[in-house]
């Protein structure tokens, strides 16, 4: 691959505060480009992050074929950059496009990419260990055209940005019983943009009760948990770890597969399985819901300190005495750093 590289004239990263990163609002000087016309990939190219022009009837601003990925690269104790799982990433972008009906682009060009993008914006990753640079591909239709049809032409961008904690503090959620994240034979185990658009509204009427995120229930009974906002979602019940099983209504998270390894590999009970609000509510009632947490690249893990349902707080213990997920954690932050040995092979190296 001949990817083109224009550089900037002159780097912004002065002006971002690395001891006070916000999630999302940094990006760093440049960002990969690919154009998908005529059945292949070409016109890659490494270019300054900015403005891209499209005229208004740009098919992806319409239809929806919108796609795209998340995931993080550290500075690890040797001052090394080292990507979590990234290939894993780039083939979930291509479950995705399969979904929405898009072209997928093979994992080594975007893995290739990728090294060079980082090569260029090394000086933007951060050193601190609560703070990594967010990589967010991407992939929309670019047709000019007004017919809903599958778009000829697509773009795939890929920027960074420096990142510090998404959420601060312990998450209130709110069991969602009226509106649906995702239905069976939906597109809910695709990240493609309508997923979230659709989520926003009842979220918003849930804090507006004073909750943070919702907890998102099966489409056809409201009963049965499937995520938290855009994390999966683990609960310690007793001394075992459980979590709903993914499917087509819940994303395959890649956190939420990387904290299940861990837990087996620490000699946790971890079950996948279904599991039902009354089945949370009657292990709350008998003091056996220890814990419950969501699980995402964006938030790593996210402590829920009340699940609201019906009106009833169901408060769980203070986040010190969480032994389990404290664990499991401490044990994926020093994965991801570097501290110990990463005999999961989920490291990848930029060189
Ligand atoms: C991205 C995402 C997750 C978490 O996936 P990771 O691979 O762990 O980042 C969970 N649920 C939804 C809906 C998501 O979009």
Same mark, same amino acid.
């Given at each position: 691959m001949q990817i083109k590289v224009d550089r900037v004239a002159k780097t912004r990263i002065q002006d971002v505060d690395f001891s006070n990163i916000p999630f999302g609002r940094e990006f760093a000087d440049h960002m990969f480009v690919a154009d998908y016309v005529d059945g292949k990939w070409g016109g890659f190219s490494i270019q300054p992050y900015g403005k891209m022009m499209y005229t208004p009837a740009m098919l992806g601003l319409h239809y929806g074929q919108t796609i795209f990925e998340g995931m993080k690269a550290y500075r690890n104790a040797n001052g090394e950059v080292m990507m979590f799982r990234p290939m894993d990433n780039f083939k979930r972008l291509n479950v995705s496009a399969e979904r929405m009906c898009m072209p997928t682009i093979p994992v080594d060009l975007m893995m290739e990419a990728? %090294?060079? @993008?980082?090569? /260029? $914006? !090394? #000086?933007? !990753?951060?050193? +601190?260990? $609560?703070? +990594?640079?967010? /990589? %967010?591909?991407?992939?929309? #239709?670019? $047709?000019?055209? @007004?017919g809903v049809k599958p778009s000829d032409k697509y773009r795939c961008v890929m920027f960074t940005g420096p990142v510090g904690p998404y959420y601060t503090t312990p998450l209130k959620v709110m069991v969602e019983d009226t509106y649906t994240r995702a239905a069976k034979g939906g597109t809910g185990s695709a990240k493609s943009g309508g997923n979230y658009g659709g989520a926003l509204y009842p979220t918003k009427l849930a804090q507006q009760k004073g909750y943070h995120q919702l907890l998102w229930t099966d489409s056809i009974e409201h009963k049965y948990i499937e995520e938290s906002g855009t994390m999966n979602v683990m609960f310690q019940i007793g001394d075992s770890l459980v979590t709903p099983p993914t499917g087509d209504t819940i994303l395959k998270g890649i956190t939420r597969d990387s904290v299940l390894t861990l837990a087996a590999d620490l000699g946790i009970d971890v079950q996948e399985r279904r599991i039902s609000i009354d089945e949370l509510k009657s292990a709350y009632d008998k003091g056996q819901l220890l814990d419950a947490f969501g699980v995402g690249t964006a938030a790593t893990i996210a402590p829920i300190e009340l699940i609201g349902y019906k009106g009833q707080d169901l408060v769980l213990p203070p986040v010190a005495q969480r032994k389990m997920s404290q664990l499991i954690a401490k044990e994926l932050t020093a994965i991801r750093y570097g501290e110990v040995e990463d005999k999961f092979g989920w490291m990848v190296s930029m060189n």
């Amino acid at each position: 691959m001949q990817i083109k590289v224009d550089r900037v004239a002159k780097t912004r990263i002065q002006d971002v505060d690395f001891s006070n990163i916000p999630f999302g609002r940094e990006f760093a000087d440049h960002m990969f480009v690919a154009d998908y016309v005529d059945g292949k990939w070409g016109g890659f190219s490494i270019q300054p992050y900015g403005k891209m022009m499209y005229t208004p009837a740009m098919l992806g601003l319409h239809y929806g074929q919108t796609i795209f990925e998340g995931m993080k690269a550290y500075r690890n104790a040797n001052g090394e950059v080292m990507m979590f799982r990234p290939m894993d990433n780039f083939k979930r972008l291509n479950v995705s496009a399969e979904r929405m009906c898009m072209p997928t682009i093979p994992v080594d060009l975007m893995m290739e990419a990728l %090294r060079e @993008l980082l090569k /260029i $914006d !090394v #000086a933007w !990753v951060p050193t +601190s260990t $609560d703070s +990594s640079l967010y /990589i %967010r591909p991407f992939m929309f #239709a670019t $047709d000019e055209f @007004l017919g809903v049809k599958p778009s000829d032409k697509y773009r795939c961008v890929m920027f960074t940005g420096p990142v510090g904690p998404y959420y601060t503090t312990p998450l209130k959620v709110m069991v969602e019983d009226t509106y649906t994240r995702a239905a069976k034979g939906g597109t809910g185990s695709a990240k493609s943009g309508g997923n979230y658009g659709g989520a926003l509204y009842p979220t918003k009427l849930a804090q507006q009760k004073g909750y943070h995120q919702l907890l998102w229930t099966d489409s056809i009974e409201h009963k049965y948990i499937e995520e938290s906002g855009t994390m999966n979602v683990m609960f310690q019940i007793g001394d075992s770890l459980v979590t709903p099983p993914t499917g087509d209504t819940i994303l395959k998270g890649i956190t939420r597969d990387s904290v299940l390894t861990l837990a087996a590999d620490l000699g946790i009970d971890v079950q996948e399985r279904r599991i039902s609000i009354d089945e949370l509510k009657s292990a709350y009632d008998k003091g056996q819901l220890l814990d419950a947490f969501g699980v995402g690249t964006a938030a790593t893990i996210a402590p829920i300190e009340l699940i609201g349902y019906k009106g009833q707080d169901l408060v769980l213990p203070p986040v010190a005495q969480r032994k389990m997920s404290q664990l499991i954690a401490k044990e994926l932050t020093a994965i991801r750093y570097g501290e110990v040995e990463d005999k999961f092979g989920w490291m990848v190296s930029m060189n």
